[in-house]
């Protein structure tokens, strides 16, 4: 059985509701732990086998350690029979790698640059700004409801996830605000906040008095 490390309300959120959507939470073993926050709380816990102490890492069946959102959400996919992407073959299946290697590459170190507030040509000459991340999204969007049209899939999911966790960082567009709700409704009543709420109980409980 993979073992997910994961942490409640962080990256690793959008793991657990991956697994939910496909109904696979029972066949992954779900380790919660303890992660170093940007303020600074928290802590890296030694159960965590992550060697920065990030959260999501996965440990596959066969001992294989897989780290990076994107590439855990597509390990997982395949393993599961790629319910919520495109087969290798399918016309699909370029944008939606593209999407997904488009999350890590430019979408979120635009957001934590952002947030950072910083600015400098070598940082916007790399990764864009979100103004040129907003124009992408609006041209991915066009005309269709999700990143690759008609169906949701696990690139919507990832994409979309810094908008929900941090609306201000929300672009004042509104194919993208429709789009971000529309990936909102998908995942309502999957029960992602009350295993969170547990997996925080339970943190907080082990916690040293």
Known sequence: MPILYHSPHSRS????TQLLLMGKLEEVEVICVGVVKNDGSGRKDPRNAHPEGKVPYLVTDDGQHVRES????????????QPLSPKPGDAQRGPYLSWMSYYGSV????????????YHPALTGTFRTMAEVSAQLERGLAGKPFLLG????????????PFQWAPDFLPDSPEIKAWVGRVAAKLEGLGLEQFDAKAQASLAAAEPA
């Open 70 to 81: 994107a590439a855990i959400m597509m390990y997982l996919e395949e393993q599961f029979g």
């Open 150 to 161: 008609e169906t949701f899939s696990v690139a919507d999911l990832l994409m979309a996830s």
């Open 107 to 118: 979408l979120e170190p635009v957001l934590v640059a952002g947030f950072a507030g910083l």
């Open 13 to 16: 959120s959008r793991v657990i």
